[in-house]
């Protein structure tokens, strides 16, 4: 599983030592101390659009996982673009998704019509394009599509990195780093699980399993008060 290169821009001792700083507090937390599943890979491309445009600010086990299941279940077939446009013509982008909010079903068209006219036609040729640095800033002129979708569409296929989403970067406030641009989270949280000997995809499912946790743990001391 090919990782994002990201080591080039962490040569100073503020990012070694803020990476060094979240990997030993996520020691200390208990962050590593039960191992889950990463997000899934899938080789199923409607399935991975769906989900990389679903999945921003969503509930995902309540709203987005059970659409993504309903995607793999009813149309097992749309494993490539060529048979996801397909059934996107015969079916409307909106019953795919079964969603029918605009803004995402317009941004979810918009990525299918960039994968046609960049022929990625499978996942494996989405996970070799999402290694290169030219890919990943021409798919981000798709309106709508930030850094952290890019990433988080990276998982999705097998490459290993870390999408920086708000349970990230609460639990880099947690271990009090300054720096909470994009770029520079992602660069030190991934520097992070190579230093803790794991993969990248798993320190962020960690992450976002124990922030989550904490989260509700909070709002139940609150409701209860």
């Known amino acids: 599983m090919g990782k994002i290169e990201v080591a080039e821009n962490l040569n100073n001792s503020d990012a070694l030592y803020a990476a060094r700083r979240i990997a030993d507090h996520a020691v200390r937390t208990g962050v590593l101390g039960s191992r889950i599943s990463c997000r899934p890979v ?98 981000r002129q798709v309106r709508g599509v930030g850094p952290k979708t890019v990433d988080y569409m990276a998982c999705l296929v097998g490459v290993d990195c870390i999408a920086v989403d708000r349970h990230i970067r609460g639990f880099a406030e947690l271990v009090g780093l300054e720096d909470d641009s994009y770029d520079y989270l992602r660069e030190v949280f991934s520097f992070a699980a190579d230093l803790l000997s794991i993969s990248r995809r798993e320190f962020d499912a960690s992450i976002w399993r124990y922030q989550s946790e904490q989260t509700a743990r909070q709002l139940s001391l609150e409701f209860m008060q």
């Open 42 to 139: 899938y080789q199923h491309m409607g399935a991975v659009l769906a989900d990389s445009v679903l999945q921003a600010g969503l509930n995902y086990a309540k709203v987005v996982k059970p659409r993504i299941a309903t995607i793999l279940r009813t149309f097992p077939h749309a494993t490539t673009m060529n048979i996801l446009m397909g059934v996107i013509e015969q079916e409307g982008s909106p019953k795919f998704l079964q969603w029918e909010h605009r803004e995402k079903v317009s941004r979810f068209d918009n990525l299918v019509d960039f994968m046609a006219e960049a022929e990625i036609d499978s996942t494996s040729e989405l996970s070799r394009a999402l290694r290169d640095k030219s890919f990943r800033m021409d798919i």
